[in-house]
């Protein structure tokens, strides 16, 4: 494997042995690469910032859910550094072309035109971007489309990224021709805007292809791998049934579905946004219901959301965007929250982070709560002339401000996911403590915590959550560095010799002898090489933390917030 | 004295003692109060935070420029704790009703109607502020003088402060009858709007005044305090004779005037937004040229300036103002300066943070380099429901945010000030460690890098700046403690015994015998609870630092900027 270097102000190209980053891949590549060559302090849209994209280590082979991506920068959203991760069909198609990571520098002056990027299997080359024309993301794919040839695999910014809100995303063709995959969170389509660069295309025609140390070894270790995925009730039918919008009745039903800017764990009108509602109206319009964001994903948690009429809306609707523009803003009307979803790749913008900014335009009185309509009108503004459009694209902490809105759900700026840290607190000490501020897919205690997968911890009580975070985010950091799919590890945490499969896998891919207790190590080494950036960018035990108002009682359970800061640290503490 | 609390929610008030406050006053007295009854990690808008409005030590005596006040609060703009100092006639009246501090706590709802709190030598009492009807400050005072009776005391917040704006300020009557006068830094205002508060009036009729442990002491004391100031030629005559616009040349020929969002530190056009030039605009169109902004000021740095028929336009229109909206922005139409400086009065809002903003909306390519109608108009939107106003009213990194602009000048997201750090190390020093994020007047190393007065230490060196800016913080924390203008300092650093003097003042007044030892480690003291709040905050020594692109060489000098994070922690080392 090889790096790319890419100079975005003189528009030329570097590849360079792996060298010291041999042996990495995926985060842990993103983020060794951000903590050795960024400084700490760097603004995340100066020249000083770099953006990297890597293929997991693993991506690019015939390994089942193999195929993601990480996107690595200082976030312009957080201040801290960043890993967003994504799916489409960019990652194994640079694996296959053999290289390790794309990493972009510097940065041309802000009036530049806009780049457009060709990685093949000969090189690179650079472009002025074709003209948007007012176009967004879905119709611009097409134009990328002419442009280059055939159906382009490309990452991508839309308006938003091109006007570096912090809440921007990269957005990656998935196998189905759209610009539907997101590296959603922390701003690094910002970070590609700021080196003005539209949108990176890559073609791995003719490309000499993964080598394999035991190809044999291989094939076996994946088909014992496709099976422990396919023999898990939640990856081989959970997922595939409804997609992760499963868990809105589940979440809901544990009193733990933030609703109305996290005023409480229940929605009233939960079952009109469940996943067995999605699945029923995909069906019934012809849509569908199973979809994969890369090749080689056997389980299909993704879905094609059609209207009444048939017509396709968007795909990726995940649980955690229909809880953002659905429970917390008291909206329940399934096409409005599609709509939303579809119109966030369109722009190029994170769900999560606008379905909380629209419950604070709600909070704020800029709109009325669970007015679907004028929160789909709001976010029509972004990335257009409308300086409103600059206010919401820049998110939730953003909006606030703006608003002088003191009930603000972010942890380091960034806004909370679609569980409330009370009533599954194992995810609330990884929001507070994770190295990239309010996330949840760093440790996903969710599996403890109410689905009763890989362990039962009770997400009511402080015992056990802050030892449970900690030890998923040393896992997460590991199969984030792999290209698997995070949601393997629901199967993984419930089969004993999976992990053993994992290092099978690496090892017939690589020839080395790596162990279990190798993976959890570079787990342990990604979240150091994190931290330390964090600590260098002058973030404290007081940022790993939730905001004060989480310490009001939740209802229906009327569970509390009420780890100190000194107690959070020992997720921290490895 | 007395402390008195009022409970903005339920609009009632309790008289306490000083307690444990006994013996501080102004800043002391106000960071104390936060210090102690705010939690580090409360919402700067939330119900935690309290507002302080403390009179200094020697405020409502006789002392020559003893009138000033200190406000203080969490500050929503820095996220550190803050002290805004104003001049205006509410504090010695408040002293003279016997008040050591009013509190504002807790918040009503967000929709509640505004209150105008009356304070008198009866007590206090509260009603729904008169409407403001579309009316800035200047108006409204004058509908609160009918509100309340003939020429109303207040401090007021404006249309910046009702939408929280994290530059709003809170505005104090002056001499003159108008609001001119500024706590500007930190978004004061945003505080009490959060509290929704609009103004505070004061009333001294029949109070009991000032009492005096030895009043002949006190006024033999004061004689010679006042010699003091008179004879000092800054404070004597330089502060006379142009105000504090009277930097302008000088600092212009120091190299090292901000110029285009600092990258030079000479403006071509110097000459015609001069000291020089302003008084003899003012002369010549008949307005004044001394002016003080309390009862008691012997300096009158302050001024009125008018239009060319003579009508007023502003006041205590002072030199970081002038280059706020001058040089930094290539603006050199006094006029026009003056004319936002009185926009900004009108909104209230922070002068220094609204030129640094404009100057990057021109960074940002909203609005041209040099453009001061459009500068003009951007401001006028400030508090209106355009949401560009709310871009705008939120300063500098908040707009940079908006605009994708990574060249900005803010140390904890307060905008810098009117001397480049570079060829003014001292104050560059005072920009990255003073509590506050980037002020000038918590360290005013200009004297002696640059006016040689109280020292000579070369600005253009490393050598001396750190020990220099440490100095001079703790004798301003102790300065602001007392009520007395900062510019008293020009003439105590000159004169052996004024330090004395100051003492006999105190002594003379509350019977104590400190002395100037004292009140330096009442400065020290100062300043540690005001590094202890911030640390329990979340800030370290990486946040104590300039932005990284100081780094760069500054015409026509080509100073730099390379004192370590860990360096400057000494200038923190008490």
Redesign the interface.
């Known amino acids: 494997m090889k790096i790319l270097r890419i100079n975005t102000r003189e528009r030329t190209c570097a590849i360079e042995e792996m060298g010291e980053y041999s042996g990495l891949g995926g985060r842990a590549l993103t983020s060794r690469i951000i903590r050795r060559e960024v ?8 020249k ?1 910032n770099k953006l990297v994209f890597a293929p997991g280590l693993l991506s690019g082979t015939m390994a089942a859910n193999s195929g993601r991506i990480s996107v690595g920068a200082k976030s ?1 959203l957080t201040g801290t550094i960043k890993e967003s991760n994504s799916g489409g069909i960019v990652s194994q198609k640079l694996a296959k072309l053999g290289i390790g990571a794309v990493i972009l520098e510097d940065k041309p002056e ?2 530049a035109p806009f780049t457009a990027i060709r990685i093949h299997k000969d090189g690179v080359e650079f472009f002025d971007a074709p003209e948007r024309g007012g176009r967004d993301n879905y119709a611009y794919q097409d134009v990328l489309n002419d442009f280059f040839g055939g159906k382009a695999a490309v990452a991508l910014i839309g308006t938003a990224g091109e ?2 809100m ?1 809440a921007a995303t990269i957005q990656f063709s998935d196998p189905y021709g759209n610009p539907a995959r997101s590296a959603g969170r922390g701003g690094m389509g ?1 970070v590609m ?2 080196k003005r660069v539209r949108c990176i295309a890559v073609d791995d025609a003719d490309a000499s292809g993964i080598e394999y140390a035991d190809k044999e070894a291989f094939k076996a270790a994946n088909r014992r791998w496709t099976e422990i995925l396919k023999n898990h009730p939640v990856t081989g039918q959970g997922l595939a049934g409804f997609g992760t919008a499963i868990l809105v009745n589940i979440i809901n039903e544990a009193g733990a579905l933030p609703t109305k800017n996290f005023r409480t764990g229940r929605f009233d009108h939960a079952a009109d946004v469940s996943g067995e509602k999605l699945s029923e109206t995909i069906e019934k319009r012809g849509g569908k219901v199973h979809e994969g964001c890369h090749p080689g994903c056997v389980m299909q948690c993704s879905q094609r959301y059609v209207d009444e009429k048939g017509e396709y809306v968007t795909s990726g609707f995940e649980y955690e965007t229909l809880w953002a523009f659905g429970p917390n803003s008291l909206i329940h009307d399934l096409d409005l929250i599609a709509a939303m979803d579809r119109l966030c790749d369109e722009k190029g913008i994170d769900t999560i982070e606008m379905g909380n900014t629209v419950a604070i335009a709600m909070e ?2 800029l709109i009325p709560w669970g007015d679907g309509p004028a929160a789909y009108e709001l976010l029509k503004k972004i990335g257009t002339a ?3 459009g ?2 919401i694209g ?1 998110g939730t902490g ?1 909006t606030a ?6 009930r ?1 759900p972010v942890v380091k700026n960034q806004a909370l996911p679609a569980y409330d840290p009370r009533a599954v607190k194992g995810v609330g000490v990884t929001y507070a403590t994770n190295p990239m501020g309010g996330d949840h897919t760093a440790g996903y205690a969710v599996c403890q915590n109410v689905l009763k997968v890989g362990g039962d911890v009770d997400g009511h009580k402080d015992e056990g959550n802050i030892e449970l975070s900690k030890n998923l985010q040393i896992a997460t950091a590991a199969i984030d560095s792999s290209g698997m799919c995070l949601f393997v590890a629901f199967a993984v945490l419930d089969t004993p010799d999976a992990m053993q499969v994992m290092c099978d896998l690496l090892n017939a891919r690589y020839g080395g002898s790596i162990t279990p207790d190798d993976v959890l190590a570079l787990g342990v080494q990604v979240l150091k090489d994190e931290h330390s950036f964090n600590a ?5 035990k ?2 790993d ?1 939730l ?3 989480f310490r009001e009682a939740l209802p229906p359970h009327n569970v509390t917030w009420d780890y100190t800061d000194d107690e959070l640290q020992a997720a921290k503490t490895f």
């Open positions: 400084p700490a302090n760097a603004h995340p849209l100066s000083e312009p802000r009036d006007q570096c912090q910002a805007g700021s704020g009185g409308d300086p409103m600059r206010i820049n953003y401000a703006a608003l002088g809105v003191d603000v260098d960018a002058g973030f404290t007081h940022d933390q905001p004060r108002w």
